[in-house]
């Protein structure tokens, strides 16, 4: 089997993995909860992810490519918003002036993303190597996506931390694992799919979705588990 097919197919599996994980919770615990209702978000947002990087495995065409390189930044955000507004639902709802500067902090970021989207601008500069399509990403765009993404994140961990410092019992628990185990999807997921490509590394690429699993099952069980 051609390794980029092998890449593509693992991609899949992965991406129905956290899109099952997301309808046996919602399907469990409904939709009226808003931390419930994020998660199955963020679930659906990483199938989308693992699916848009492993068509970039396989495709051929230039055409196709620069549009589902367009759509991975897309993707990614749709997973840190979801994680985002997870965070300030999960247990309780926090209230914060501060959010409000981190709302827009998203709008832009939002706005930013559309513009990566619908322009020719980020993925530009396409070639091949190694049997693979490739791209040279705007620097100027490509890094100011990365810090938008971790000021974003960031803030999440923030929002978590706090409700860690003041919990007890097993919500602290619960919490502790919640940020290791999206710590280390997301530093993983940040290091393969924009470390990497921000210096022209695009042989690790396809390895960030697989690590959304660690993210989805840690949220899955510790938030949803009854004691």
Known sequence: MNIQWLKFGILIIVGL????IGIVIFTKYGGGEKSTKYFGLLCVSTLLWSINIGLIAVVKNNSIYKTLGNLTYTTGALILIN????????????KNKSLILFKILIIIFSIL?????????MVSKIYTKNNQISY??????????GILFLIILLYAYYILIKKYINSQGINKKRISIVVLGTAISFILGFYFDWYLIHINVFKFF????????????????LLFKKN
Do not use: D, E, K, Q
């Not at 994680?83 to 926090?94: K, P, W």
């Open 113 to 121: 993303t559309l513009y990566i989207l619908f322009t020719n601008i």
């Open 206 to 221: 396809w390895l960030g979705p697989i690590f959304t699993i660690t993210m989805n099952f840690s949220i899955a069980y």
């Open 136 to 145: 040279t990403p705007n620097a100027i765009l490509h890094l100011l996506y």
């Open 83 to 94: 994680f985002f507004i997870f965070s300030i639902y999960f247990l309780h709802t926090t």
């Open 17 to 20: 993995i956290n899109l099952t």
